[in-house]
């Protein structure tokens, strides 16, 4: 009988606890552990026990990533169980990808069409890193985060959208936006938008195998994680090959040819996980 793999046990906490990194997740989440760190512990536990992955080597590989001490390793595990649950909380079926020697994308999507979808995290850049150790102000700055946006669908998820097209389905990069800037009320989403369907047209410089891409606001709001409806926004690309359907994201802001928008019906400005 396989042994069970938990995540951010007794043993994992204390040495959390003997860790002096104070740029670390942890160090935030130790300091409220009376509270809003235990909450926010405790969802990615529940989450981390749901998650249907059938492998036990690729449950420790999340488990390594969320109880990583490094902010990249820990948001890349969450980032993915918070997308799994959104995708429960909006009637998305979809399932995760066995890991490979070959990049694979992260979920298969089931319902309400059939498509890959692989999920990426935009951390904060090295000058905007520089700036706050030199204790300096980082300035809002769209075109760069758009600029590595396009890098990261053109140039580091290549080989997930290749995978896709090789099953002849649809692909899409979910990202999620930790920069300096997010989670500020900006209007980035609109930004994203001009730039991929506009003038430039930015989507003729990505990958036709790429069907669209996604940006992402996510906030810890008391512990509870929640994702921003209206500012994360579906971008659907016109040139490509395996069209994914308008309407698959219907929970945030669509935009496809002719910078045409779909708004989500709102109940709520948040998707609470």
Not at 185 to 214: C, H, V
Request: proline residues 4%; contains cysteine; neutral net charge.
């Amino acid at each position: 009988m396989s042994k069970t793999v938990t995540v951010f046990d007794a043993a994992w906490l204390g040495r959390a606890r003997a860790s002096t990194d104070k740029g670390s997740w942890i160090a935030g989440v130790l300091d409220s552990l009376d509270g809003d760190g235990t909450l926010y512990l405790d969802s990615i536990r529940v989450w981390f026990n749901k998650f249907p992955l059938t492998s036990s080597k690729d449950k420790r590989a999340l488990k390594t990533r969320l109880e990583s001490f490094n902010n990249s390793d820990h948001l890349g595990g969450v980032n993915e169980l918070s997308w799994w649950e959104f995708m429960r909380k909006t009637n998305i079926n979809a399932i995760p990808v066995a890991t490979s020697t070959a990049p694979r994308p992260d979920f298969q999507v089931l319902a309400p069409t059939d498509f890959y979808l692989e999920v990426s995290t935009l951390n904060l850049s090295d000058a905007e890193r520089q700036k706050f150790e030199r204790e300096e102000g980082v300035s809002l700055n769209h075109p760069d985060t758009l600029r590595r946006l396009l890098v990261k669908a053109a140039d580091e998820k290549n080989g997930q959208i290749a995978f896709a097209a090789s099953q002849r389905r649809p692909c899409a990069l979910v990202v999620f936006d930790y920069t300096t800037w997010s989670g500020f009320g900006t209007q980035l989403f609109r930004f994203i938008a001009n730039g991929l369907l506009g003038k430039p047209f930015e989507f003729s410089r990505l990958p036709a195998d790429l069907s669209a891409l996604a940006y992402v606001e996510r906030k810890v709001i008391d512990g509870r994680l929640a994702i921003s409806r209206d500012r994360s926004a579906a971008y659907y690309n016109p040139n490509a090959t395996h069209t994914l359907p308008v309407g698959t994201f219907r929970a945030i802001t669509q935009f496809w040819s002719q910078m045409v928008e779909i708004q989500p019906q709102l109940e709520d400005h948040w998707v609470w996980l």
